[in-house]
């Protein structure tokens, strides 16, 4: 099939068909181009994604041979394990850092078949913190740019939620309201009579359906303007003999390992923070020989995550006889609907930190078993990077190696972080006692964070930075358009070239710039 395509020139290209590459094929299909939509993995059926499935007990999770990274993450399950990639044909490094699970998804639609779905705008301040306090750089954009594309997802894929009015965390515009469930309401209402300045929200998700097709992606088909290439792991762009464009770009047949070339005008990556940051250092040439966007040394640095801290406990009574009669459904596939409640970060209310930046909170309260995780907001650091390693994976391709540790800043906020699950808990009557015999549970632990309650970088899955974007290119690697300086016609729209990142899920943000990009894409 890649040897068949090799024959035709497209307008774009666009690598990865996750959550940035669904919008990027459907708005420039829509504007009349003719893509190419590339992904690493194959089309789902309705077999693929079970909508019934009991709980996965503990040791059939942590005995998964082929998804031993994978198996940590939130939301696996073994009947799902063909949603994760296999760790074995898969691999990459992390020399010099802290533990990183990194968990991925080859197949199209990519993550968003197991991600929370939670839709969170940045707010003003969001965009400017690195003027207030120094670190990393601001973003070439605000929120206002931003606005009309994030109304343009929230829409299309139908937000649903509550308006807060909250300066913290803009309104998303609502397809259909939601408010708090009655046990999420005892739970804000306990909070607030302790704790008035935490504002205790519904969650705002997007109700998309459960499906094999992103709805994106549908409507980019329907255009008759998309082709999809499948199990074509990218191993480089292509670039003009002055490497100053890319002409296309390499693929690997994932069965056979042969290697084609593609001809597209435009290329966008969308494969993930850390993959797209890996091919742009694989297209390196006698030109480029630290890699496409290089020029600069800052390809692969500043890579953020959100620091995560968990903490659950059994379900009280008096929260129980609030809730229906029943088991919840519940499934791995919209773990958005586990979520009740949501507290925007509040932490500019708790006086004097010794911390910069803030966190959010988001929880669950479930008939057996109620959870909170706080997720927090990293520095920028040059030296959390993403780098090549020698060994090749299945396909024959470079692997990453990630190099990220936590700095001063992240421990002290993840102390405050364990200290408000504390706090919001008591508040709300809730016990906190981890489904984990005490005796194992440092042991059992060890699998998923380097404490009990603290998670491991990566299990957040919402790893951005690497290619960040600015308005100089002595200091970034994509301009406020997302093209990189050093080749226009390359966009870089995932999560990869996020300057910083607030406490929220990244992933409506990432479509929002995705969708600007693909508009004003010449």
């Known amino acids: 099939m890649n040897e068949q395509l090799g024959s035709e020139r497209f307008d774009a290209a666009v690598i990865g068909l996750g959550a940035a590459g669904c919008w990027a094929a459907k708005v420039l299909c829509e504007r009349g181009m003719r893509v190419l939509g590339i992904d690493a993995g194959r089309l789902l059926t309705e077999a693929d994604l079970p909508r019934e499935l009991a709980p996965a007990p503990l040791w059939r999770r942590v005995l998964s041979p082929r998804h031993w990274i994978q198996s940590r993450s939130i939301s696996f399950h073994p009947r799902l394990a063909h949603l994760y990639v296999d760790d074995h044909r898969n691999p990459y490094a992390t ?6 699970l990194w968990i991925r998804g080859r197949q199209v639609g990519g993550r968003m078949h197991t991600w929370a779905r939670m ?30 594309h994030y109304a343009t997802v929230e829409r299309f894929l139908a937000l649903r939620g509550e308006r807060d009015g909250l300066p913290q965390l803009p309104d998303g515009e609502l397809v259909t309201t939601s408010p ?20 205790v929200i519904a969650p705002r998700v997007l109700t998309g359906r459960i499906a094999p097709m992103p709805a994106p992606l549908d409507a980019a088909l329907a255009t ?16 003009d003999d002055r490497a ?23 290329v966008f990556l969308c494969a993930s923070a850390i993959e797209s940051v890996r091919i742009l250092l694989n297209s390196a040439c006698a030109r480029r020989p630290a890699g496409l966007g290089n020029a600069h040394d800052l390809l692969g640095r500043y890579v953020l995550d959100h620091n995560l801290v968990v903490a659950s406990g059994p379900t009280p009574a008096e929260y129980r006889a609030l809730m229906p009669e029943g088991p919840r459904a519940s499934t791995p596939l919209d773990l958005g609907a586990d979520i009740d409640f949501y507290l925007p ?20 309260i479930h008939p057996t078993q109620w959870g909170m995780g706080v997720f927090g907001e990293m520095l920028p650091d040059p030296e959390n990077r993403v780098t090549l390693t020698e060994r090749r994976d299945a396909f024959g391709i470079r692997t990453a190696n990630i190099r990220v540790r936590r700095g001063e800043n992240d421990l002290r906020m993840i102390a405050a972080q364990k200290a408000e699950l504390r706090t919001l808990a008591a508040a709300a009557g809730l016990p906190i006692r981890l489904p984990i015999p005490g005796i194992v549970r440092p042991l059992v632990w060890k699998a998923v964070g380097p404490e009990v309650g603290v998670m491991h970088l990566g299990v957040a899955i919402h790893e951005t930075g690497g290619a960040r974007m600015g308005d100089d290119p002595r200091v970034s690697v994509v301009d406020p358009q997302n093209r ?6 390359v966009y870089v729209t995932d999560g990869a070239c996020f300057p910083n ?11 929002a710039l995705t969708v600007r990009a693909a508009t004003l894409a010449d």
């Not at 469930?181 to 607030?192: E, I, K, N």
């Not at 002409?247 to 994932?254: K, N, P, R, W």
């Not at 990189?484 to 016609?489: D, F, K, Q």
């Not at 990142?501 to 479509?511: D, V």
């Open 345 to 364: 970060d509040f932490t500019p209310t708790l006086g004097p930190r010794d911390y910069v930046r803030g966190f959010g909170v988001q929880g669950r």
């Open 180 to 199: 708090l469930a009655a046990p999420a309401r005892l739970f804000r209402d306990r909070v607030l009579a302790r704790y008035p300045q935490r504002p």
């Open 244 to 266: 100053e464009r890319a002409t296309g770009v390499e693929l690997v047949d994932a069965r056979s390992g042969a290697r084609s070339a593609v001809r597209a005008d435009r």
């Open 119 to 148: 839709a969170l705008r940045l707010a003003a301040a969001d965009f400017t913190r690195a003027r207030a306090d120094g670190h990393g750089i601001v973003w070439p954009i605000d929120g206002t740019a931003l606005a009309p």
């Open 224 to 239: 008759g303007r998309l082709t999809i290439a499948t199990e074509s792991p990218v191993a480089r762009l292509t670039l």
């Open 95 to 100: 020399h010099g850092g802290e533990p990183f």
């Open 484 to 489: 990189l300086w050093e080749a226009p016609n």
């Open 501 to 511: 990142t607030g406490s929220q899920n990244p992933t409506l943000t990432i479509m």
